[in-house]
């Protein structure tokens, strides 16, 4: 992991990650050339460069770091707190925005808690969706894999201010909010 903050550069105030140059330990001699003539040519080529660029089926900035596959918010995770935690939660629910000030450590339940992408379709609000059988709103939220009923609603909008409240108690800083 230490590697990481040797090969790549965090800008702080966007996010966005930069090879650093490489010096010849980091290289095998080929046939071609020495370590340090890899090296060179590496340098030429990437330093300086955006790193773990590519979106990934996920939504997240990824890449290629030393023959495996690292997650771009992790890295800058790793970066400025010294360690890598099993989960990391980006607070605004953007996958692209990996400013420091935008993540944060947190547990599977508290990621998922953040997600953006547990709308239901017949309603624009988290945790709500049209019950036919009752002809009204009804609204349930999820704490550690278990879903909670929180009742029927005539409006949509008080629906969403129920799973609000409930949000916020059950995920604290985690919550993921209907605007309304």
């Known amino acids: 992991m230490q590697e990481i903050k040797e090969l790549i550069r965090l800008d702080y105030q966007t996010g966005d990650l930069f090879w650093l140059p490489r010096s010849a330990k980091h290289f095998v001699a080929t046939g071609i050339r020495d370590t340090k003539g890899c090296a060179n040519n590496w340098n030429s080529r990437y330093a300086h460069k955006p790193c773990l660029t590519c979106i990934g089926n996920h939504g997240y900035k990824r890449g290629n770091f030393l023959g495996n596959s690292l997650l771009a918010h992790r890295a800058v995770f790793y970066i400025v707190n010294g360690f890598m935690p099993k989960y990391v939660d980006h607070i605004n629910g953007n996958k692209l925005d990996n400013r420091p000030i935008n993540l944060r450590q947190a547990t599977n339940s508290e990621n998922i808690a953040n997600s953006k992408s547990r709308k239901n ?9 049209w ?11 999820t704490k550690d894999y278990k879903q909670k009923y929180l009742g029927l609603f005539e409006n949509e909008v008080d ?8 949000a916020i108690k059950l995920h604290k800083q985690y919550s993921n909010l209907n605007h309304v």
């Open 121 to 129: 379709s017949s309603s624009k609000y988290l945790g709500v969706c």
């Open 131 to 141: 019950s036919k059988k009752h002809d009204k709103w009804v609204v349930h939220i």
């Open 159 to 166: 629906a969403a201010k129920a799973y609000n409240l409930a």
